[in-house]
């Protein structure tokens, strides 16, 4: 067996355990220790790529015991990438709360740590339970995470963050058990391959368990009308949590791409293409709502959680047309949108801080110190988020436009990806000439911003001109990646082969 | 027996979804608490009901008890305990600091 494949999983649950050890220790010493994983995992989910790169489905049995009756963990080139995603994300905020942004409490590492566990844990799952005990692993960390430092509004948005996740958390055990009750099994790849034999008699019940699935990812990915809780909790917590819950909606978006392409996908006889009719109006839907609360908005915070929630119906917006090209550009759009976010909410939190009294609030304010340089900044970053040329959002959102080419729905996609997009790009403009050029002389700034505040977000924007530059190589990857979703057969093979077992379907 | 569990499960989730609905935090903690434990006995009977069957392997049984179901509440049930105490720690400090046991932090007006 491949150990390299746990790697991502244990690195941080040490490094978290290690860390409420250390809980009275020094904060530098944590802070390196955090760091210290934070990159080894980098290392790993490179590793891991190079390692799976090649179309081979690494599978890892938990405690040795064949699938489908112990626990398998399963990396192919989607769950890879997902990890790496996850990791770089995770290094530039952790480059923000070393330099400070911890000081609110000092299980903020430990917090963080075991928030990456989950996230790991939740893309390299080969199980139905064992994703709800991971999202469990990464909501109990994200509850932390949010609520961390206080104030009345980020205890009332975590209340309904906590309570509408409590109730989705239900709804998944409720699909979880009708399941097994019908089918035996929770492998993955063993309830792909029992689907396909179901008895119609069953039909109905699989039918209700897997759009109750839906229900619940579709909560976790904030597509309408399950969206409410997204600008709440995004838009009042603390900058390094909220760049850091980016990657919390693609969760979701992954989910639904995994569990549908693998068990209700095209080929997998009676109870395919359970969601299609659902996934691409509401998808397109999201992005609407998402797009008339950036023009709402009165605190840039505010405006980025909604650009997360527009950009999360773009994602799955990609993934509704579900061919292979989509599915591709989607993967490339992921990536994308989860560093342009997270680079907003970092930018969001030093202009806010540079500005004093009215904070990152959408009014005329002081004039800035090194105003020329947030400016260039927040330039650089709308231009990535609302998917202008020459950065990767345009890039992403172009892809998508171009696999929608060939579909029924290509109008519909077409005219809402191209309105909210000028809609976005009018927002940002806006947002950016109240920021930087209308001056209230009678307002007074606030600390001089510390101008290594901006490595986390330019190295994020970094990161998306590398993959403008490497798109070519990038969108190769990400068709490959597809293929593997579109094409289940060398993951339901991999997974029942490691446990002796020959595929039927 | 199914159809005395089947109306069990169904009263404890219809009463959780109705106090979750409900505009204080004390009631919708303890819909969420009675809908987990809704999903507890419905993961557990998923099983089937059976009475004196082993759940391992052994001489002479000719019928078994499916042991996945029991492994899998028992983790549902640790995960749902910590989430209850967590979500009533928080309704108390959202009772602090909010000043009142309202969901939205306001009494909403009539």
Same mark, same amino acid.
């Given at each position: 067996m491949n150990h390299l494949v746990i790697a991502p999983l244990l690195l941080p649950l040490l490094a978290g355990v290690a860390l409420i050890l250390l809980r009275g220790s020094a904060a530098p010493v944590r802070q390196a220790l955090s760091g210290a994983a934070t990159l080894a995992m980098v290392g790993a989910a490179l590793a891991l790529l190079f390692r799976v790169s090649n179309g081979e489905v690494l599978v890892y049995q938990l405690g040795n015991w064949p699938a489908p009756f112990g626990i398998v963990l399963v990396a192919d080139r989607l769950a890879a990438v997902m990890v790496l995603i996850t990791a770089l994300l995770a290094a530039n905020v952790a480059l923000v709360t070393v330099r400070g942004a911890d000081h609110a409490g000092r299980y903020f590492q430990v917090l963080f740590q075991l928030q990456l566990f989950g996230l790991n844990g939740a893309f390299l799952t080969g199980d139905l339970f064992n994703l709800f005990v991971f999202f469990e692993v990464l909501l109990i960390a994200s509850y932390g995470l949010l609520l961390h430092g206080g104030g009345r509004d980020r205890t009332r948005a975590g209340l309904h963050y906590v309570a509408l996740n409590l109730i989705g958390s239900t709804l998944f055990l409720f699909a979880v058990g009708t399941l097994y009750g019908l089918l035996g099994t929770l492998n993955m790849a063993d309830l792909a391959q029992r689907l396909a034999e179901l008895a119609p008699a069953d039909l109905g019940l699989v039918r209700a368990a897997g759009l109750l699935l839906f229900v619940v990812f579709a909560l976790k990915a904030a597509l309408a009308p399950l969206h409410l809780w997204l600008p709440g909790a995004y838009g009042h917590t603390s900058a390094p949590v909220a760049a850091m819950f980016a990657i919390m909606t693609k969760v979701g978006a992954y989910a639904i791409l995994r569990v549908y392409s693998l068990?209700?996908?095209?080929?997998?006889?009676?109870?395919?293409?359970?969601?299609d009719p659902w996934l691409l109006p509401l998808a397109l839907l999201t992005v609407a709502i998402g797009t008339f609360g950036v023009l709402a908005s009165q605190r840039l915070a505010q405006q980025a959680a909604y650009l997360v929630m527009a950009s999360a119906g773009t994602l799955l917006t990609a993934f509704g047309l579900g061919d292979g090209a989509a599915v591709a550009a989607g993967l490339y759009y992921l990536a994308h949108t989860t560093f342009a976010a997270a680079a907003l909410f970092l930018l969001a939190n030093i202009l806010g801080k540079a500005r004093?009294?009215?904070?990152?609030?959408l009014v005329a304010g002081p004039e800035l110190p090194h105003g020329q340089l947030l400016a260039g900044a927040y330039l650089l970053i709308a231009l990535a988020v609302s998917g202008? %040329?020459? *950065?990767s959002g345009f890039v992403g959102k172009w892809l998508i436009l171009q696999s929608s080419l060939?579909?029924?729905?290509m109008p519909w996609v077409l005219g809402v990806l191209l309105v909210t997009g000028l809609l976005g790009v009018v927002a940002l403009a806006r947002s950016g000439s109240r920021l930087?050029?209308?001056?209230?002389?009678?307002a007074s700034a606030g600390?001089? %911003?510390? *101008?290594?505040?901006l490595a986390a977000p330019l190295l994020l924007v970094l990161i998306g001109i590398a993959m403008v530059v490497y798109a070519g190589p990038l969108y190769e990857f990400s068709q490959a990646a597809a293929q593997q979703l579109v094409h289940p057969d060398a993951y339901l093979n991999a997974v029942l082969q490691a446990g002796g077992r020959v595929m039927t379907r | 027996m199914e159809a005395l569990i089947s109306i069990v499960v169904g009263v404890l989730t219809a009463c959780g979804v109705y106090l979750s609905l409900r505009g204080r935090t004390f009631p919708v903690v303890l819909g969420l608490t009675l809908l987990s434990y809704a999903v507890n006995l419905f993961l557990f009977v998923m099983g089937r009901l059976t009475t004196g069957a082993p759940p391992i392997i052994r001489d002479g049984a000719t019928e078994y008890a499916d042991p996945l179901p029991q492994a899998l509440v028992l983790t549902a049930i640790v995960i749902s305990f910590g989430m209850t105490a967590f979500v009533v720690i928080l309704a108390l400090r959202a009772r602090a600091e909010l000043g009142n046991d309202h969901v939205d932090g306001e009494e909403s007006p009539r």
């Open positions: 068990m209700f996908g095209p080929d997998s006889g009676p109870a395919a293409g359970l969601i004093g009294a009215v904070h990152d609030r202008l %040329p020459p *950065l060939g579909s029924t729905w930087f050029f209308e001056i209230d002389p009678a600390a001089a %911003p510390r *101008l290594g505040d | -």
